[in-house]
């Protein structure tokens, strides 16, 4: 793993500073009282977040993967639902700079980094979610126009945001399915509404929501690329960012809970001594930090393997894996330390309890998960050994 510079850590250093400070101390009762955090999008406009990823000769911070991914870690400290805000808006925004038009790169992108345009990327559908091809919105040509109708559901930013990458068929006879797929950068405006806010376990103060699309209008320059029958692409290239986010997301909670799993394990005391010198309180905490040290080092892997514009979709789908299964694993071993306190809303342990799921289902589940890295096994390592012919 490489170094950090001194400009790398300067900006986590800011990052973990605003979230002690700032964040820490009201994010339980913004969160119970799933309270949209519009102060604290200001303060990340400020910081320059929403442009992380976009290049400086948009306006952008043009920060590498691995940075960004630390970043994530700090900020999932403080508050997971605040990095949602941020995750789907670059995942839109990655794709632009990927696979937009110069056109499209020079239009959207220096407003995306400022975060004056914010929102995220539209895929699933009521009867559509890991089986991408089976989406039924369509864009029709007309002119020099497309028309879309559909419906998409679990829209991070749906809401509050105002621009988004909608995913759509534009060839519903085309074989292979997905090269009938195409993606379309759409704003708010006639045909295009918010249905419905949805209430959810955790993740609460991000809104989550069911778009529609009624007869909406769009330019035909805002066909991603320029090209159609590209969107499944220009999906998995987005979402390996999205899975690296997932991952670090999932390490950050993990490192929180295990750090007031630690703290409490100090203080409180049961036959006449802290917990934390009763031996099967020392072997959860060891496994929870081992646990989180490990999903950390894959996290890393994946982004600096992003960062050498190699295919990264193996190691993101592991990170993202491994990551979100030890937080939920890391946050429940948190609660049990704190016994029937951590079961309370007083305690910030239950939160990550609550938070910990999405990160397993987000950004594709981990069944489909463990379908992609066992496909990419079998196909591109047949000796088995992937360590090595990967690099290590």
Same mark, same amino acid.
């Given at each position: 793993?490489?170094?950090l510079t001194e400009a790398q850590r300067?900006? =986590? ?7 002690? @400070? ?52 700090? %900020? ?88 988004? =990458? ?16 195409? !993606? ?15 209430? @959810? ?5 991000? $809104? ?21 029958g590209r969107g499944f692409y220009h %999906? ?8 690296i986010n997932v991952a670090a997301r /999932?390490?950050?909670? /993990?490192? =929180? ?17 802290? %917990? /934390? ?11 929870? !930090? ?28 592991? /990170? @993202? ?10 946050? %429940? ?12 809303? $007083? ?46």
């Amino acid at each position: 793993m490489t170094q950090l510079t001194e400009a790398q850590r300067g900006i =986590i250093t800011t990052i973990r500073d605003f979230v002690q @400070k700032e964040v820490m101390p009201v994010a339980s009762e913004r969160e119970h009282a799933d309270d949209y955090p519009f102060d604290f999008v200001e303060r990340m406009k400020e910081f320059g977040l929403f442009g992380a990823l976009i290049p400086e000769e948009y306006g952008g911070l043009g920060l590498d993967t691995t940075t960004y991914a630390l970043i994530i870690e700090e %900020i999932c400290r403080g508050w997971m639902s605040l990095t949602g805000i941020l995750n789907s808006h670059l995942i839109m925004a990655y794709m632009v700079v990927t696979n937009g038009t110069q056109e499209q790169k020079e239009h959207y992108l220096p407003r995306m980094a400022t975060g004056e345009l914010r929102g995220g990327v539209c895929i699933t559908e009521p009867e559509a979610g890991s089986d991408v091809q089976a989406i039924q919105t369509r864009a029709v040509k007309d002119g020099d126009d497309y028309v879309i109708n559909g419906r998409k559901m679990f829209v991070t930013n749906g809401r509050h945001g105002n621009t988004f =990458i909608v995913i759509t068929k534009t060839d519903p006879d085309a074989q292979p399915a997905h090269r009938g797929i195409s !993606a379309f950068i759409c704003q708010k405006g006639p045909g295009f509404t918010v249905a419905q806010d949805i209430d @959810k376990l955790g993740y609460k103060g991000v $809104d989550t929501s069911e778009l529609l699309f009624d007869d909406y209008r769009i330019s035909a320059s805002n066909l991603v690329g320029g090209e159609e029958g590209r969107g499944f692409y220009h %999906i998995m290239s987005g979402l390996e960012v999205g899975r690296i986010n997932v991952a670090a997301r /999932a390490v950050g909670v /993990a490192r =929180i809970a295990l750090e007031r799993a630690i703290k409490y394990a100090q203080k409180r005391h049961t036959f006449g001594k802290p %917990i /934390a010198e009763h031996q099967a309180i020392q072997i959860m905490l060891a496994n929870m !930090a081992t646990q989180v040290e490990a999903a950390h080092l894959m996290t890393i892997r994946a982004a600096e393997k992003k960062d050498r514009g190699e295919r990264a979709d193996l190691e993101a789908g592991m /990170a @993202k894996l491994f990551a979100s299964e030890m937080c939920l694993q890391v946050s %429940i071993d948190a609660m049990r330390i704190h016994g029937g306190y951590g079961y309370t809303k $007083d305690m910030d342990v239950e939160r990550y309890y609550r938070d910990a799921p999405l990160m397993i289902i987000g950004e594709g589940t981990n069944e489909i998960q463990q379908i992609v890295i066992a496909r990419n096994l079998l196909s591109n390592y047949p000796s088995g050994d992937f360590l090595y012919e990967s690099g290590l």
